[in-house]
């Protein structure tokens, strides 16, 4: 009797890190996604192996199956695998695969089939169970796992998508933070604070170079109330302009204006 295909087949070691939560929403993702597909495109274009991991992807397979669809919006060829540590949850996605999208069980390990190196790994909402201890070898781990010009998207959002924050790692460490929003959702820049990612959240305190920078982003907004009459996407826009002058924004009005902005992450990097 033939083998089964190598992506059904079970580790050959314990998968590293441990079962989340699980919760999960349709579009919860969609601003990571947005960007991902806007900042990677070039990346992916040029792929001779376009594959990208969605890695814990939680009880349900929407944010895969989205992340997929998305993605062939810039590389038609591209490929997602869900992994996903509780088998319970892969067995309850496998329904859902087809041609470009397949589902496996593992962790930090990111088994993929033949030593593939997956282009992107989006790791959302996963690390936040973890202590700030354990980010940065979870983070190494990840990134030896890249292909060699590939993109680690590791971050934080609320149930629905609103609010969200975001970091860009290459093989090299850590690039960017982005922050996101429904913009209509925000009363201050700095309500983003509750969505940081592990490594950053737990040092919004004075002293850390976050704290800072979303103290200087709210002084923006507040100084760049004028501009809410003409709705909160031009606020933001004046808010980020007058930031950039202080702080290193990697983007511009044309990220800006999907309420987003992204900062060097030298410049929010913890002391320490």
Same mark, same amino acid.
């Given at each position: 009797?033939?083998? =089964?295909?190598?992506h059904?087949s079970? =580790?050959a070691t314990?998968p590293?890190? %441990?079962a989340?939560?699980g919760?999960?929403?349709?579009?919860?993702?969609?601003?990571?996604?947005?960007w991902?597909a806007?900042?990677?495109?070039?990346?992916?274009?040029r %792929? %001779?192996d376009?594959?990208a991991?969605d890695?814990?992807y939680g009880a349900?397979?929407?944010?895969?199956?989205?992340l997929?669809?998305r993605?062939r919006t810039?590389?038609?060829?591209a490929?997602?695998?869900?992994?996903?540590?509780?088998?319970?949850?892969?067995?309850?996605?496998r329904?859902?695969?087809?041609?470009?999208l397949?589902?496996?069980h593992?962790?930090?390990?990111?088994?993929l089939?033949?030593?593939?190196r997956?282009?992107?790994?989006?790791?959302?909402? +996963?690390?936040?169970?973890y202590?700030?201890?354990?980010?940065?070898?979870?983070?190494?781990r990840l990134?030896?796992?890249?292909a060699?010009?590939?993109?680690?998207?590791?971050?934080?959002? !609320?149930?629905?998508g609103?609010?969200h924050?975001? +970091?860009?790692?290459? =093989?090299?460490g850590p690039?960017t933070v982005?922050f996101?929003a429904?913009?209509? %959702?925000?009363?201050r820049?700095s !309500?983003?604070?509750?969505r940081l990612p592990?490594?950053?959240i737990?040092r919004n305190?004075?002293?850390?170079?976050?704290h800072a920078?979303l103290r !200087?982003?709210d002084?923006?907004w507040a100084?760049?109330?004028p501009?809410?009459?003409?709705?909160?996407?031009?606020?933001w826009?004046?808010?980020?302009?007058?930031?950039?002058t202080?702080?290193?924004?990697t983007?511009?009005? #044309? #990220?800006w204006?999907?309420?987003?902005?992204?900062?060097?992450?030298?410049?929010?990097a913890p002391?320490?």
């Amino acid at each position: 009797m033939p083998a =089964p295909p190598t992506h059904r087949s079970a =580790p050959a070691t314990r998968p590293v890190g %441990s079962a989340t939560r699980g919760t999960t929403n349709p579009n919860r993702l969609r601003r990571m996604d947005r960007w991902i597909a806007a900042a990677h495109a070039a990346t992916l274009l040029r %792929s %001779s192996d376009p594959v990208a991991v969605d890695l814990g992807y939680g009880a349900a397979p929407w944010t895969a199956v989205e992340l997929l669809a998305r993605l062939r919006t810039v590389r038609p060829g591209a490929e997602v695998v869900g992994v996903e540590i509780d088998p319970a949850r892969v067995a309850a996605a496998r329904p859902y695969e087809r041609a470009g999208l397949t589902f496996a069980h593992g962790g930090f390990e990111v088994p993929l089939p033949g030593g593939r190196r997956p282009v992107l790994i989006r790791a959302a909402n +996963v690390l936040r169970q973890y202590n700030e201890e354990e980010v940065a070898a979870v983070w190494a781990r990840l990134r030896a796992r890249l292909a060699p010009d590939g993109l680690l998207v590791e971050g934080t959002c !609320d149930e629905i998508g609103r609010r969200h924050v975001w +970091v860009a790692l290459g =093989p090299e460490g850590p690039r960017t933070v982005t922050f996101a929003a429904r913009l209509a %959702s925000l009363d201050r820049p700095s !309500d983003l604070a509750e969505r940081l990612p592990k490594a950053l959240i737990h040092r919004n305190v004075p002293g850390e170079p976050v704290h800072a920078f979303l103290r !200087d982003f709210d002084r923006a907004w507040a100084s760049a109330a004028p501009y809410a009459a003409l709705g909160a996407r031009q606020r933001w826009i004046h808010s980020a302009a007058a930031l950039a002058t202080a702080w290193p924004l990697t983007d511009g009005p #044309r #990220r800006w204006r999907q309420g987003e902005l992204t900062v060097r992450w030298e410049a929010l990097a913890p002391r320490g």
